[in-house]
Each structure stands twice: as structure tokens, then as C-alpha cells.
């Protein structure tokens, strides 16, 4: 019986060092996505200064050659911006995050543990 008890209790161990490892993975995807739009946001930002910047040079010039360069540059950025926000929300799905794997296990152990009892004509509690 104790031998049972110890190879339960190594199970459980077992199982639960894998849900910790697939919780640590699914936050460090997290942690990339966070990352990600935290970059779009700064280059957001930028784009939005560079916009400005040439909204301002297409008024006081008559010529279109700074303007529109500026203003290429800033809608160059802010479309970089948006698709890096779209890459950092796709990071952030929950995908990932909920140990599925250690749950299957647990369930595996479980069923086996019962069948276990089954055969032995161990009873119910």
C-alpha cells in the first residue's frame, strides 16, 4: 500500500511540474505579445509625429516635394504600427496559457487508477 502511495504521490508531482511548465510558457507567449504592442505604440507614436510633421510642411510649403515625403514616411510607420498590434493581439490569445496537456494526463491517471482499483476488486469509498 505504500508503494501505491508513493507512486501516486510522484504522479501528482509529475503532473503538476507539467501544468507549471505549460502555464510559464503560455505567460512568456503573453509577455511577447505585450512586447509587441508596446513597439506598435512607440512606432504608433512616432508615425503620428512624422504625420503631423508633414501636415504642418504641406501647409507652409508650396512644393510637394518635403511634405509627401514625410507624410509617406509617416503612413509607412503607423502601417507598421498596425501590424504589429495585430501580430501582439494574436500573441495574446489564450492559446497556450491552460496546462491541456497536464489535464489529459491527470485524466489518463485517473481512468488508470480506477481501472486499477476495478480489477483488484477494490470498493468504493
Do not use: Y
Not at 512624422?50 to 514625410?70: C, E, M
Not at 495574446?92 to 476495478?118: H, K, M, Y
Amino acid at each position: 500500500m505504500s508503494e501505491v502511495i508513493a507512486s501516486l504521490s510522484r504522479l501528482v508531482r509529475g503532473e503538476l511540474m507539467l501544468a507549471k511548465a505549460e502555464a510559464t510558457e503560455g505567460v512568456k507567449h503573453a509577455v511577447g505579445g505585450l512586447v509587441k504592442i508596446v513597439v506598435a505604440a512607440i512606432f504608433a507614436l512616432v508615425g503620428l509625429n512624422v504625420l503631423a510633421g508633414g501636415a504642418v510642411a504641406a501647409l507652409a510649403a508650396t512644393g510637394l516635394g518635403p511634405a509627401w515625403a514625410a507624410l509617406i514616411v509617416g503612413v509607412a510607420l503607423c502601417l507598421l504600427a498596425v501590424m504589429l498590434v495585430l501580430a501582439g493581439r494574436a500573441a495574446l490569445r489564450l492559446r497556450g496559457i491552460w496546462p491541456d496537456r497536464a489535464l489529459r494526463g491527470v485524466r489518463r491517471d485517473a481512468e488508470a487508477v480506477q481501472a486499477g482499483l476495478n480489477e483488484t476488486g477494490a470498493r468504493h469509498v
